[in-house]
């Protein structure tokens, strides 16, 4: 919190130094000695500091008059909601919360309305290259996906089609366009391919490139033929035909190896990814669309229907592909066919993008309010780093309850769903108090400092920086190692020479994080997530690091002798010793338990507290003189945070500051 600058003298300025004049003549009492500031700037210097504003014309009077500014005036600004506010703005520079930057969005969780046909909801972002063949497509608006049997566009490329969904009801293209990528197409003066093909706009041969298209909500015909601007379709000039002598494929018999050399036509098929059932691949050069259906409306819905029209894909509610049985619920959804956006939507986000603004905007209150309940409370300051008190606006609420956006949102709720309040998605102003699971340890655990510090080395270095007022440097006469040293290549950093000066502290203090993964907020409970999974070990053996995205926590490819012999380990376990091993048993709490018994917490909010009133660190001398008696009173008070900013008021420094 850094001072305020003076405003510049006005009138008001004037009338109040008639004031000022005036009450001091009257005052009988002055705890002014005379190298203090003068009475009317140390009350003005106590407005600015605690309230972030000067006194007011009142305010100046009532405390002239009275001819001392005493413990009780200074208490009462304390308990003021200005005051509060103010104290929020302190926290929210120590903590540094804002996530703005942290949570990476695309926009491929989106729905977006539509405007032509069934004007369904879509996702036509980056997840419509897997699924349909391209980037920013949607589905097909005119088709309902329940009807594709009797609902064509392109007879002539769709074939006959007695199922719109596969075995597992999973939805199956009902049209298909070629892409312009690929091939360039050429709008025919014609109603239907039937008609084109009647009046020699398309060669019989060619039967299979007349592509009906959605142009503005109305079907029109196209002529596609491979790019010949492409210079890698430019050269698929050979001609394969099946029985019929209509064109299959366009192919280059004469193609590098690693060069395209074969095109075929369009499909509604779908092609098995690997021979999986239940993974897909697109067609090359084909956009094969899904039709729309219609469901309960999403949970972001404020219209009040009932019901809204949405692509088939994105109106699914499956939380695992039914034939792989991989789950929908991390960011693999959107390109997996068989998940869709969930019950509600609640894995999706409205288009606007203005709830992942409100969602930003909760996280980053969260923090602040957990430090201003222990304020308000004139609980043991500390607190803020352990208690399990937490607030949930109706945005966070849902967010939680609903396990909404898990490919943005990678966050586990801090309590069970019965827990957390439940509040509408749409309140954003009213927060209401909840008790959050036993792992929680203050603002050491909430999604804005996880999502803000994404590692556990950045959590560490904040909470020295913060809370201990320490930094990680190597000391001034280390030498680095020279480069052919053998322990430059040892993967620990807590051992690697020129490393350890700092990682041997880094390392076992950041596993108090242990439990938490990286690059989001996710709690990894010992129940989901063992310290060993002969799971994950076992895709590792054979080659697969991802395991179908489950096993990002774990050890998964071996760099070292202990990285082969650890393959499945939960990575937090990797080159910690059973020493060190209870620190991610006991997480951030238990390391703000031992830095209590070193009184390094105390002396850096004692600092943090100085610098914010006074501007300015401590000097050496003022820390000789004052620190002490701070420490002192800051104790006796069991850490209460106004006494120690009133026993920083109190001292001389403070009072000879301008």
Known sequence: MARLASPSPGLGVVLIGHLLLAASAQAQVCTQSPSDLSLSRQLRQAYLDLLGRPPNLSEYAFTLKKGAITDDDLKELMRREEYYERMKGYHRALLRANISSSIYTQGDNRLNPTTDGAKPLEIRGNPSAPLRGQNGVGCNHAIDQDQCATQHEDPNLEGSRTTCRDQLGVPLPVSVDYNATQYTCTALAATTCADAMTQGLVPARHYYYCDMRQTGGVAAPYYCLPSQTNPITAVLTTEELDANGRVVAFTNPSAPAGQLARLERCTTNLTLSGGVKGRYVTQP????????????????????????????????????????????????????????????????????GALHTARIDAVNTEPLLIADSVLRREEDYFSILTTRRSFVNGTLSQLYRQKQSPTVWFATSPAAQAVVPDLPIGNTTTWVEYTRDENASGVLTSAAWLYRFPTRRSRVNQFYGAFLCKSFAPPADAVPPSPEDSCNRENNLAKRCGCSYCHATIEPTGAHWG??????????????FPRFSAKCRDCALNGDTTCDNQCGNYVMQAFDGAGASDLGLLTTYLYRTPEEEPNIVGGPRLLVERMMQTGDLERCAVKNAWNALLGRPMTGPEETLNMGALLQAFAASNHNFKTLMLEIMKTDAYRRVD
């Open 515 to 528: 439990r938490y993964g990286e690059r989001n907020a996710q709690y990894l409970d010992p129940v989901n």
């Open 285 to 352: 050069g084909c956009i094969q669309r899904e039709g729309y259906t219609t469901v309960p409306a999403p949970f972001f819905d404020t219209s009040g229907a009932a019901t809204v029209t949405m692509c088939a894909i994105e109106a699914q509610t499956r939380d695992v592909n039914p034939w792989t049985m991989e789950s929908c619920e991390t960011g693999r959804f959107t390109g997996d066919r068989s998940c869709g956006c969930g019950v509600g939507s609640r894995r999706c986000e409205p288009g606007s």
